[in-house]
């Protein structure tokens, strides 16, 4: 146990830690949006709701989302301790050099639409999973939660965290693979077409399910 503690403590062993929660949360992603997206159904969400049903009441799906928390405060620790130990060292770099080269502002930025995304997300958590959980009365899952997407202010909070989701994946994905070395000239193109339907298509996903609701008249 003692070597796997010492093993995450490299520079390396961070990298390996950030990019295979941030992958495991990728896949968490495909299927928060697949539920989500049969709120567009005409059924007056019971797909939906059979599919929440579901995910809320099947054990390995309970063992999951306790991985999925601990995946995503795993991300998090480790992603601001990655940010901290670069800065230091550019700061060493600095030090030695007025001019020892730059990185894309998409990886500067990374720890901010990183926090961002946070923020958004203890929101969402507050706003419908523990009022659906942990509510003292039931709450029917579906009225509650098209009515937090139909409302305006929030539909802009949530559309605006999707684009910090979307600069969040297009960066996120690709240092995952190269720090897996998996980036390599055989498989780039690949990887590069996975990573655009992530940053692009995943976050799209989602924002488009406020603007139906807040600003196109949903089911009306």
């Given amino acids: 146990m003692q070597w796997f503690i010492k093993a995450l403590s490299t520079s390396i062993g961070k990298k390996l830690l950030v990019g295979l ?12 949006l697949y539920i989500n997206l049969h709120l567009l159904k005409t059924d007056g969400g019971e797909e939906f709701k059979a599919l929440a049903h579901f995910m809320g009441n099947t054990w390995a799906i309970k063992v999951m989302e306790i991985g999925l928390f601990l995946g995503i405060l795993l991300h ?3 992603s601001i301790l990655i940010t901290l130990q670069n800065r230091s060292a550019k700061a060493v770099g600095y030090a030695k050099s007025p001019n020892p080269g730059t990185s894309s502002w998409v990886s500067r930025t990374m720890i901010f639409w990183g926090l961002l995304i946070l ?6 958590l ?5 009022k659906y959980k942990f509510g003292s009365e039931p709450v029917d899952l579906y ?21 910090g989701l979307g600069i969040h994946l297009y960066h996120g994905f690709q240092s ?3 720090t897996f070395g998996w980036n390599t000239p055989k498989y780039k193109p690949l990887i590069n077409l996975v990573a655009v339907v992530f940053w692009l298509g995943i976050p799209a996903g989602f924002a488009f399910l406020p603007v139906f609701f807040a600003f196109l008249g949903g089911h009306q």
């Fill in 176 to 178: 995952a693979f190269q």
């Fill in 119 to 124: 923020v958004f997300l203890v929101i969402h």
């Fill in 21 to 32: 929660t941030g992958l495991f949360l990728c896949i968490f992603l495909v299927v928060h």
């Fill in 126 to 130: 507050q706003g419908i999973y523990f």
């Fill in 143 to 163: 009225v509650l939660t098209v009515q937090v997407m139909s409302d305006p202010v929030w539909a802009i909070v949530y559309i605006l965290s999707m684009v």
């Fill in 76 to 78: 998090i620790i480790y």
